[in-house]
């Protein structure tokens, strides 16, 4: 045990497995972070949520930070609502009976691009007769268009980039567009500068009420960005840290333990048991490893947790085990194990004390290295549309990146933020298992 | 425990040890047939696994007769002339239908004694006609299907493993002489790379030479429309394989050099090659005769296995590059739970598994004189 202890202390002499460590140690945070900040539930729930949830992000939007490094600067999402007070309102008594409710937002718009979509959400509380609202969009340099007139019943949507009328007095330019636009710019260029949405809605009744939400959709988005349906990416980046470690780790130590002792109990007790585990080595060679989980995925269920037993279980008769049963054989030999046979102890103890312990070095290196294989065969079940059917993935993320043809529109974040950390996570146990491989084996320190 | 298995070793490897004292054509011979017997026996359960894994047991028959039965309501919920039938009428109508169709692909057999005839089929190789996948030019029979898309698989990943394979052979020689250089110490440092798999490298590849610059495909074979002459059908057919390659051989190569190049140099260090030095024998010589020769069962057996798994595509890095390969086509096999396909599939690799393992016993006896074939008791 000391010997071990002393060995793993001497990866500190390798430059890159201490990196690899350092990353996995940020990963592991990562996960945890993950666990405490959004449990299980909310992370699916999330995950599994639609325009009720999601419906203030944009779509398909890189992440925000992208500004930092672009010359175009791009909007953000902008959230006007007279309700928290980022828009003003105010009332004026018109007549008996009619009130006129005047709502301004203040659009505050440096950027250089136009936002994705505009739209309003209007509520209103009234007991018959539905307000009427009219809204009128004033420029930095003191233009001002009229937009739309419409009555409002208890909640409407006005969807500006979706309204013709709008478009043909705007000169064709969608509403995003043709609201931000410089006059007589060719291309159209947006004019930076303070705008205002101005609404007034005409109320009928004494105790009416009328509030609305603006949102300028951007065309970046948060730390992560957003995806097809308007999620927001680092929900399952954030989540899909702790998945794919703990399914590495578990596949990882569940094959190469149960691996090293069915190996050590077929040298151990020789004869039938060992030829048996030897043939099932051999069928197991045979049976197709990935159509298999394909078949399990498609036939029964996508759960990563049964594809994670199936793997272990197709893996447990891997192709290691001949590499085991070598070193045992060789120590089944050792004088050390002919003495414990002659003090009497019985088999169970040979093969957990004597046995087991001295291919501790070859097992080590070996799990490190097996877990980069889990993770990214979770992410290949994923892209081939066989990831689980609740739980956010990275594999995931690239599966409905790669559906909506990401890398066809440029939106290279979609696929890049996933891959990127799948790397990470590959490099760093691929890393840390090097240096194990050559502390522990002697025959490859040299080299 | 050990004393009760004790009788039983003795009795297994009693006849193999008076046989090796007698003549050793018969030992060759018994150890042969045991040989082949026990390889029949690890294909059969093999093959038979993997037609109940595809099957589930027999839980697909019901998700097939679902669809049978749901395909049929659609036809006639679709064909004005059977809607003005009768209750009964359409009724006896469908279960007609459904018998037939059921019938067709025999569903109205048991599963257990449609799996055994599965079993007798696929060992016999009468692969039998697909249930619903037909080729491109519109075959049903399995092996056809195979066949068409078994030439773009080999195309792309014997031109990928057979260039890492070589590439890595060759360049771990020569690093293995060059051992602590700087590019030794590069390999060494890229190693890691190859925990990644083929496909994640395939994604990058696409982002930066199809999405980015542009000079290459993003997917697929050829162009569409193919080229009708045969040079410019090629060159595009290059284009298209260059990524795809590219992909596989990144994310083996660093791994492979490494592996060959550890097991060289730990070769190189043993007292013969320490011996031949010394006697001044050229540094070619020593590879050659010192190094390459006792390493060339592992050489051989990763080249043989290399080539019986290559030809199998793999569906994900297909999936990718939307590359028309057998990989995908199990893919959509098991999508349409088309078992004589996935079976046909597994029972061809199978078979060359079995025969890849039989023959090396006999390459190994060829090419190392320390094997002697069924000589030793412990190599299985």
């Known amino acids: 045990m000391k010997t071990l202890l002393r060995s793993i202390k001497e990866i500190t002499r390798y430059p890159s497995a201490i990196g690899g460590l350092v990353i996995v140690g940020l990963l592991v945070a990562l996960a945890l972070y993950a666990l405490v900040s959004m449990p299980y539930e909310k992370a699916i729930q999330l995950w599994r949520g639609g325009e009720e949830i999601w419906g203030e992000n944009p779509k398909t939007a890189p992440p925000a930070w992208l500004n930092y490094f672009s010359k175009v600067k791009q909007p953000p999402t902008m959230i006007l609502n007279t309700q928290d007070g980022t828009a003003s309102k105010s009332q004026e008594v018109i007549s008996e009976g009619m009130t006129d409710i005047t ?93 205002q949405m101005r609404i007034v809605a005409t109320v009928f009744e004494p105790d009416a009420t009328v509030d609305a939400k603006m949102i300028f959709y951007g065309q970046l988005h948060g730390l992560a960005g957003t995806d097809h349906r308007r999620r927001d990416l680092s929900v399952a980046l954030l989540w899909g840290t702790p998945v794919a470690l703990a399914f590495g780790l578990l596949a990882a130590l569940g094959t190469t333990f149960t691996t090293m002792f069915i190996a050590a109990i077929g040298v151990w007790f020789g004869g039938w048991v060992d030829d048996l585990i030897q043939r099932i080595t051999e069928i197991d060679a045979v049976l197709p490893f990935l159509p298999i989980l394909i078949m399990i995925g498609t036939f029964y269920s996508r759960s990563i947790w049964l594809m994670l037993g199936a793997a272990i279980v197709l893996t447990i008769f891997g192709a290691q085990i001949k590499g085991y049963r070598a070193i045992f054989l060789q120590v089944k030999e ?45 992410a290949g079940l994923a892209l081939l549309g066989l990831g689980d059917p609740v739980l956010p993935t990275w594999g995931k993320i690239v599966n409905d990146a790669y559906n909506n043809g990401a890398l066809f529109a440029g939106l290279y974040y979609w696929v890049l933020e996933p891959s990127v950390l799948l790397m990470i996570t590959g490099l760093a146990f691929a890393m840390i298992g090097f240096a194990l491989d050559r502390i522990f084996n002697p025959r490859l320190r040299g080299v | 425990m050990a004393e009760a298995t004790l009788p039983l070793q003795s009795g297994a490897e009693a006849p193999v040890k008076r046989q090796a004292s007698s003549s050793a054509l018969v030992r060759l011979t018994n150890y042969t047939l045991v040989k082949l017997a026990t390889l029949l026996v690890t294909v059969v359960i093999s093959v038979y696994l993997t037609i109940l894994i595809a099957n589930m047991g027999g839980y697909v028959d019901e998700i097939r007769r679902g669809q049978i ?17 009768s209750q009964a009428e359409r009724t006896k109508y469908i279960e007609e239908q459904v018998r037939i169709e059921e019938e067709r692909i025999g569903l109205n057999r048991p599963f257990i004694v449609r799996s055994f005839s599965y079993l007798t089929h696929a060992l016999t190789l009468n692969l039998g006609r697909a249930e619903q996948i037909s080729s491109d030019s519109g075959s049903r029979q399995v092996r056809l299907v195979i066949l068409e898309r078994l030439a773009p698989t080999l195309l792309l990943f014997a031109a990928a493993n057979l260039i890492t394979f070589f590439l890595s052979v060759f360049f771990a020689l020569y690093l293995s002489r060059k051992y602590g250089s700087l590019v030794d110490k590069l390999v060494v440092m890229l190693s890691p790379t190859s925990a990644a798999p083929g496909w994640f490298y395939g994604l990058f590849l696409i982002l930066i030479f199809a999405a980015e610059l542009g000079i290459l495909p993003f997917d697929g074979m050829v162009d569409a429309p193919p080229p009708p002459t045969l040079i410019p059908y090629a060159l595009s057919l290059l284009k298209h394989m260059v990524l795809p390659v590219a992909a596989w051989t990144i994310s083996t190569i660093f791994g492979a050099i490494f592996a060959w190049r550890t097991f060289f140099l730990i070769y190189s260090s043993e007292d013969y090659v320490e011996m031949a030095k010394a006697k001044g024998l050229s540094s070619r010589e020593i590879e050659r005769r010192y190094i390459l020769h006792p390493t060339m069962p592992n050489i051989i057996t990763t080249f043989a296995l290399t080539l019986i798994t290559l030809w199998q595509g793999a569906p994900i890095l297909e999936t990718v590059f939307n590359w028309p390969g057998l990989g995908r086509l199990i893919l959509r096999a098991i999508g349409q739970y088309d078992t004589p396909v996935i079976v046909g599939v597994t029972v061809i690799f199978a078979y060359l598994l079995a025969i890849t393992v039989f023959l090396l016993d006999f390459i190994y006896a060829l090419v190392d004189p320390r094997v002697k074939v069924g000589g030793g008791g412990q190599k299985a």
Not at chain 1, 159 to 186: C, H, I, N, V, Y
Not at chain 1, 363 to 372: E, F, K, R, S, Y
Not at chain 2, 69 to 85: D, K, S, V, Y
């Open chain 1, 103 to 195: 709502m301004v937002f203040p659009v505050d718009y440096p950027y250089d691009g136009f936002p994705q979509e505009i739209s309003i959400y209007f509520t209103a509380n009234y007991q018959e007769k539905p307000p009427y609202v009219s809204l009128t969009w004033l420029t930095p340099d003191g233009r001002e268009i009229r937009i739309s007139d419409f009555s409002v019943d208890k909640t409407k949507t006005y969807r500006l980039s979706q309204d013709e009328r709008l478009t043909r007095r705007l000169k064709g330019l969608p509403a995003e567009q043709g609201l931000f636009a410089a006059p007589g710019s060719d291309p159209v260029t947006a004019l930076p500068g303070t705008y």
């Open chain 1, 334 to 378: 050792s004088p050390y194990i002919e003495a414990a046979r002659a003090y009497g102890a019985n088999s169970w103890r040979i093969i957990f004390s004597y046995l087991i312990p001295r291919v501790v070095p070859v097992v080590i290196p070996a799990l490190v290295n097996a877990i980069p294989a889990f993770v990214f065969l979770e």
């Open chain 2, 69 to 85: 039965q749901e395909a049929i309501n659609q036809q006639i919920l679709n064909n004005p002339q059977l809607r003005t039938l």
